[in-house]
């Protein structure tokens, strides 16, 4: 019996010109996290709190897109800041399950329970 080695290549696929919006990208990205996992994070003032008020994955593809004029809203009406030490004192004594997305070098959250 011969037993014959093909080289692997990738196979032929034509990749399909649609992608995933960005929200939908986002969205798969987006999972629970407790307090302890972000602690360090915070310590380097790299979490942005999100209100309840905002849906968490516009603030997060505005992030990406550097849409200033929609920050600047947001960050003067206090919907999105960088996180508070009384907001992260609370969140650790709550032991808060929160929704996060890493934007580098960000991690966006938000306490929607």
Known sequence: ???TIKKFTEPDIEMDDTELPLK???????????W???????????VLDVSGELDLLTVACA???DDTTKFTVWTESKQ???????TAKQWAEDDSN???VVI???VV???KR
């Open 36 to 46: 302890p996992e972000l602690e360090r994070f915070f310590a380097r003032g790299r």
């Open 63 to 65: 992030l990406i897109e």
């Open 109 to 111: 959250v938000q306490n």
């Open 104 to 106: 580098a070098p960000w």
């Open 1 to 3: 019996m011969l037993l």
């Open 98 to 100: 929160l929704w996060a």
């Open 24 to 34: 939908d990208s986002l969205n798969l990205q987006t999972a629970r996290i407790k």
């Open 80 to 86: 999105v800041q960088h996180l508070q030490d009384e």
